[in-house]
């Protein structure tokens, strides 16, 4: 690359923030805010030009005076919109996950300092949030972007915006975090029954018996049945957990590539694995996931849930 | 580059601008839109400013209506319902100001009752951006008519509220922001103003004025109130019942008698039998020769539509811009000229407040310029025989031009004339019928019998109109002549020369030497300030009113002369105009970064608590007691009293003040939380330090 184009590069990266180079905690510094009028403050500078015209046309002193007062309370806007941004601190949180079709949600903190930011927006992708951020406590913000194909779901640049106090100002500043969240294949709608586990035994035709014994409890999962919510936990505000029964779930699953009929696809197979997965998780059976390049042993809970959709949403879309 | 532009949505993204406006944001607009209405109310027909007034309370009234009745269709008036109305209005509006609606004044009107109109059919956030504009250019309109320190005032509640309605307007469609109270809003748009003003104040004085107007100023200051180009019955009368400033002055030594101040304005030599009309002005006049006593003196005129530049018979000099040493030779003639007639005539219509210093030599005579203008005023048209007749035989007795105007005058002082404001209407031979019918008349009437018997007798003579007298305000010490001070005298060619001669004078001598109020018979309507008795109202008036010149010295006539002036006080005339820009900047420079410096303070002020309570926090962590990252200040604080209970006061006192001043909602009262503040900086100086807390602790 020859220095020249280095250094547009380098500019370009500081001008727009297209690299998810921020690290960690971002200070927004004058460096990083820019700041123009919006429309309105457009607008409200032209009528203050044609106001400054009309005066001195007619040698209005008094219209001249008024209309350098409101030209001073436009500046002064300017200055208290830029201040409302300046010296904020933003730090990425977390990325999470979520199924194709739904939203990944990013949280990010700002952390204002000792003054009082109101009316700050974040926003990335089509995705918007505002909010006010009172002086001294860090606030969480979310932000969902859509995903819409299954993978990696960056975060991408995200806007920090302002027009407080009157809205003839934005002043705004790019941070861009490599933020990454997961979005998992979407599950198939109606998929076939669980596949059986080593031992022959079909666990969903089984279902749960009274005799069945609690085995513990375990995170609670979206899905879950209601009549497995651990209830009495959930009202004691301990949070919500699953109860898990011993014998209910029946043997562990072997949720394997190649037992698929050979004319899926590979989203198609992706898709109905993705349903097992969450299908065993729902009748608390450990399951193996066995796929080209990977082999997760037979386990169950949240972890090996997620180890399983994360392998499944990085699978690459061409067999190799 | 190109590209990194392109997906740059962010600065001018529009998302929000249809949305709907709330109805707290309509209330906002609408008060900003009556505190720009009510100044320029009074200046405009009052039709045209009740139906303004009345569109901004008719939305008012829907407004209530759709809360009063939440589910309801909003109540809303077609778009086309509303342009049809605005062309009729227009219309309407043409009519009333005599057909042409392209002046200013009707566009005036036009703009009030438009933005009453938008406002009623505002509905989206653009509309509301629309509304504060209009209002913005609406709040200069009335500087058009009144410049005075009232309408200055009248302005600020306009510019009080700008700040609050654009802040509520700023908020699109969140519902989950409270728009803060009328006041705090108000007061916030206070500290904005206060933190601008610096730079307001350094625009005012240093963006330069103009020396003229840009575009013409068609039609419209000739419409104001002051003396006429034409004289007939009845036309200065009129004037009388006017309180109206006509000019101020300051003279520079002392005043001349009241019976010298002769203001010269037009003078009148076309005569149709009724009504008398100037001749085409020639601006060849020579200036009298200053061989008398001359006064020196600076008038401050008020527009008056026309290019008559007032000054005491005779001018012995062109007027000069206020600043004497200043000002060419150039721009001094080209501000005005001299007729042969004596009368300054200025060469564009005086629309604006102008300030210029003058010198006049008193004497009532000087000589014709030419034998034509001599003849032109001998004429007389056909017509008033019985006066005709009267000056012929009158002249017969008198051969001496001079014998014959005493004669005349001594007609008018033995003869039952009466000089009144309310003299019958004079309709088929007006001279005739005034003369020897009803003997009953103002100004106007005694000067153009005087001039008809004079020019009867073949002697040259016409009217010369302009302002007799004139009050000196005691409180300024400066001479106020106003409308009714107008007045008509006469001029007749005696010996070769153009003399003075006041009729008036000879029937009603109180007018000439103590004025309007003292000459008038008692049941005569005469305007309160011309009146010698106002008493404590009159008084209060000439105080208002040396107020009110000096705010129009300072302030309204701070023009392009003030400027200059200024300037060159200031030795700005050293530098290039891109040096003063370039001062400029950096003054703005600097004022951006004392405000941020300002602001930070304040921040800093904010951030008091939170400093202190770090130092306890480290001091007690030295002392062998860490706060724990989720411990609150009210369970840290119970926490350090439990271990030191000899200064369980001073912990819970600092933990209560400090979780309310974080935590609490004291942030809008700030006596509080000086209260507070103070509890926490005493409650500390209590504790020891650390070594002493930590061998406390033992």
Known sequence: MPPAAGLLARWRQRLFRGAPADRDLVVLRHSRIYILPTRRGIAVMITLLLMLLTSLNYALSLGLAVTFLLAGLTAAALLHTFRNLAGMEVKPLAAGDTFVGGKVAFSLALMPGAATRLAVTLSARKSRVMADVPAGAARTVALEIPAPTRGRVALGRVTLSSTYPLGLWKAWAYVHFPLVGLAFPAPEASPPPLPFGPGGADAVARGRGEDADLAGLRDYQRGDPPQRVAWKAVARGAGWYTKAFEGAGGGPVVLDWRTLPEHMDVEARLSRLSAWVLGAERAARPFALSMPGLALPAAQGREHRRAALSALALFPAELP | ?698
């Not at chain 2, 042409?100 to 036009?110: E, H, I, K, Q, S």
């Not at chain 2, 309709?427 to 008809?452: I, M, N, Q, W």
């Not at chain 2, 003040?657 to 009262?669: H, I, K, P, Q, V």
């Open chain 2, 1 to 698: 580059m190109i590209a990194a532009w392109r997906n740059r949505p962010e600065w001018l993204h529009n998302e929000g601008a249809v949305l709907p406006l709330k109805a707290l944001q309509i209330r906002w607009l609408g008060a900003l839109l009556l505190a720009a209405q009510v100044p320029l109310a009074v200046h405009l027909p009052i039709w045209v400013a009740l139906f303004g007034a009345m569109l901004v309370a008719l939305r008012f009234a829907l407004l209530r209506r759709d809360r009063l009745r939440p589910h309801a269709k909003p109540a809303r008036i077609p778009s086309w319902a509303l342009a049809l109305f605005a062309v009729v209005l227009g219309i309407a509006i043409r009519q009333s100001y005599g057909g042409y609606l392209l002046g200013r004044d009707p566009c005036v009107a036009l703009l009030y009752v438009l933005a009453g109109l938008k406002f009623l059919e505002a509905r989206t956030l653009r509309d509301g951006t629309l509304l504060v504009c209009v209002t913005m250019a609406l709040v200069i309109t009335p500087f058009f008519y009144d410049q005075s320190m009232l309408a200055a005032i009248a302005a600020l509640p306009v510019i009080l509220l700008m700040g609050g309605t654009l802040d509520g307007l700023a908020r699109p469609g969140a519902d989950d922001f409270e728009f803060e109270a009328w006041g705090t809003a108000v007061k916030r748009t206070l500290v904005m103003i206060a933190q601008g003003l610096p730079l307001a104040l350094l625009a005012f004085f240093l963006f330069p004025r103009l020396t003229g107007p840009l575009w013409g100023l068609p039609r419209d200051a000739a419409a104001s109130t002051g003396l006429s180009d034409r004289m007939s019955p009845g036309s200065i009368s009129e004037l009388s019942q006017s309180d109206a400033v006509a000019f101020r002055v300051d003279f520079d030594g002392a005043i001349p008698e009241r019976r010298e101040r002769y203001w010269r304005g037009p003078v009148l030599s076309r005569f149709d039998g009724r009504t008398w009309t100037p001749l085409p002005p020639r601006t060849d006049g020579v200036l009298a020769p200053a061989d008398g006593p001359v006064v020196s003196y600076t008038v401050a005129l008020e527009p008056n539509g026309h290019g008559w530049l007032f000054a005491l018979d005779l001018p012995a000099q062109l007027p000069q811009l206020t600043q004497a040493d200043g000002a060419s030779d150039e721009e001094t003639r080209s501000l005005a000229q001299l007729t042969r007639e004596q009368q300054l005539l200025a060469r564009v219509p005086v629309t604006q407040p102008l300030r210029y210093v003058q010198k006049s030599v008193l004497r009532g005579s000087y000589p014709p310029a030419s034998q034509r203008e001599v003849d032109l005023n001998r004429a007389l048209p056909p017509g008033n025989p019985r006066s005709v007749d009267f000056a012929r035989e009158l002249r017969a007795a008198h051969p001496d031009e001079r014998d014959y105007v005493l004669a005349v005058l001594r007609h008018f002082r033995a003869e039952p004339f009466v000089y009144t404001l309310a003299p019958p209407r004079y309709t088929g031979e007006p001279v005739d019928e005034f003369l020897f019918g009803a003997k009953r008349g103002f100004c106007e009437h005694y000067a153009s019998a005087f001039v008809v018997l004079m020019r009867a007798a073949g002697i040259p003579a016409r009217v010369v109109t302009g302002y007799q007298g004139g009050d000196v305000n005691p409180r300024g010490g400066y001479m106020i002549v106003r409308q009714s001070d107008a007045h008509a005298w006469a001029e007749a060619l005696i010996g070769g020369m153009w003399q003075r001669v006041d009729p008036t004078a000879a029937v009603s001598p109180l007018r000439i030497e103590r004025g309007l109020g003292a000459a008038l018979p008692a049941g005569d309507p005469i305007p309160l300030l011309a009146r010698l008795d106002g008493g404590w109202l009159k008084s209060f008036q000439l105080a208002w009113d040396a107020v009110n010149h000096q705010w129009r010295r300072n302030v309204v006539n701070f023009d392009f002369e003030r400027q200059r002036e200024l300037w060159r006080a200031l030795s700005f005339d050293r530098y290039a105009p891109w040096q003063i820009v370039a001062g400029f900047l950096g003054l703005a420079a600097l004022w951006a970064l004392a405000v941020l410096a300002w602001l930070a303070l304040k921040r800093r002020r904010q951030e008091r608590a939170l400093v202190l309570w770090d130092e306890v926090c480290r001091r007690l962590a030295r002392a062998g007691l860490a706060r724990a990252p989720h411990e609150g200040p009210l369970a840290f604080a119970a926490r350090a009293a439990a271990r030191w209970p000899q200064f369980a006061i001073a912990f819970h006192a600092i933990g209560q003040s400090f979780a309310t001043l974080r935590y609490g909602d004291t942030g809008e009262r700030p006596r509080e939380r000086a209260a507070m503040l103070s509890t926490l900086e005493r409650a500390i100086e209590v504790l020891p330090g650390a070594g002493a807390l930590r061998d406390a602790a033992g």
